[in-house]
């Protein structure tokens, strides 16, 4: 064999496995299967999961804060501010923030990016021809999609779709949107028209950002029974993601009930983004700040896919974040009151299997006999630890090769007792 993990935990209830890998694929999981393997990952007990997605990443963006920080903090001001510097973007600089984010990610354990460059007559298409350019450089790090997402709007900023249609072209593999930035209800209906038309033109998924607002009030910010109608209309059940969706959380169980509804329907996969949403959420509120979350809970609980992502990293619309799934699935547990054992493990569900569904790449996925041989090991003792944990990502594993591994020891010097020992080491 190619490479074995060994000693795994990869469930809390079993006795620690070990993993064989041929080639990309897992070839066996069990105990004890010892064997000659060109190379050994020893997990000692730690726990193993897949490896971690980012269903929804925006890399032309990351580490633009301290150029022009916000003043205000909201949605406007970010989208604003970010038209601006988008007008200076320069293709090395690009690149460089590019690697950072995926550097941070592939350290932390993630295999798959969703990324979504803007498509725009201000930056043309840089975003999508470095973001390409970046799955290639990192193929066999984390695997790339690329989706041509026009956050400027499409009926508002004229030449985008013709651009959308050039990104497709290119390479990209995923048609993206942004209805809630066009001027009216009717062309926000249009936008999402034209998206679906560009996506069926090349065979493509659809994902775009939806229902980003405090509240329903403005169609423009609620479009998601609409999305979920065409998405049913147009046989395109399965293959559509949304991002935000945090108009659905200003409603009532029993409103929000027959939207639901139709998106579990429409097979819909809903990827949460707490760390923007929390940020920009409530900004007008005088008390009772709301934090615009999507009612995760009950989309789960209504049988709707739901995954999480880190979005931005330090911008304007996310001045925070290191690239790390589980630093934001923590914070999702924490706002979303993800916390009896059962719901935290939910969350890690979420940056895996449920993510690997947003993707579609759910056929392929997993700890199991001829599945990609995408794996974490962290350094924890327990899988149901990981969540609190959010501990060292030991061995990081893509396509069966080790791709990064993190040493970490803590040394606490305590008072000499009795001539004892002053350290104690812990990892």
Request: a negative charge; one cysteine or more.
């Amino acid at each position: 064999m190619d490479l074995l993990v060994k000693d795994a935990r990869v469930w809390d209830d079993r006795d620690l496995v070990d993993i064989a890998v041929e080639g990309d694929r897992i070839a066996a999981v069990g105990p004890h299967l010892g064997g000659d393997a060109r190379h050994v990952a020893d997990a000692q007990g730690r726990a193993v999961l897949p490896g971690f997605l980012e269903p929804h990443l925006h890399l032309d963006k990351a580490f633009l804060y301290r150029r022009q920080p916000a003043r205000d903090g909201t949605l406007e001001e970010a989208i604003r501010l970010t038209g601006r510097l988008k007008a200076e973007q320069e293709r090395k600089d690009v690149l460089e923030r590019s690697r950072a984010v995926l550097d941070m990610a592939v350290t932390n354990g993630t295999v798959g990016v969703r990324a979504h460059p803007d498509v725009d007559p201000i930056q043309g298409l840089i975003g999508v021809e470095t973001a390409l350019a970046l799955a290639e450089e990192y193929r066999g790090l984390a695997d790339l999609q690329v989706v041509a997402f026009p956050q400027e709007g499409i009926i508002k900023s004229p030449g985008t779709l013709e651009l959308m249609e050039e990104a497709m072209r290119m390479g990209a593999r995923v048609a993206g949107g942004c209805p809630y930035n066009e001027a009216d209800w009717e062309d926000t209906k249009r936008h999402i028209d034209l998206v679906f038309g560009l996506a069926e033109r090349f065979g493509a998924p659809v994902d775009m950002h939806a229902d980003f607002a405090d509240d329903a009030a403005d169609p423009r910010f609620a479009a998601l029974s609409y999305i979920a109608e065409r998405t049913i209309a147009l046989g395109y059940q399965g293959r559509v993601t949304l991002g935000h969706v945090t108009s659905l959380g200003a409603l009532t169980p029993e409103e929000a009930k027959p939207v639901i509804d139709l998106v579990a329907q429409a097979d819909i996969s809903i990827v949460t983004l707490p760390a923007t949403d929390l940020y920009l959420g409530g900004r007008r509120d005088r008390a009772s700040q709301r934090r615009g979350l999507t009612p995760v809970h009950l989309l789960r609980d209504s049988g709707v896919n739901v995954a999480f992502s880190s979005n931005n990293i330090r911008n304007a619309f996310t001045p925070f974040g290191k690239a790390d799934p589980l630093q934001i699935g923590s914070l999702l547990a924490h706002v979303g009151q993800f916390g009896t054992p059962h719901s935290q493990a939910e969350i890690l569900r979420m940056a895996t299997y449920d993510a690997a569904r947003a993707m579609g790449l759910a056929a392929d996925y997993g700890i199991g006999e001829g599945r990609a041989a995408d794996l974490v090991v962290c350094d924890s003792p327990l899988v149901a630890d990981v969540l609190l944990d959010i501990p060292a990502r030991l061995f990081v594993i893509k396509g069966g090769r080790v791709v990064a591994e993190t040493r970490c020891e803590s040394v606490i010097h305590r008072q000499p007792q009795n001539n004892d020992p002053a350290e104690r080491s812990t990892r």
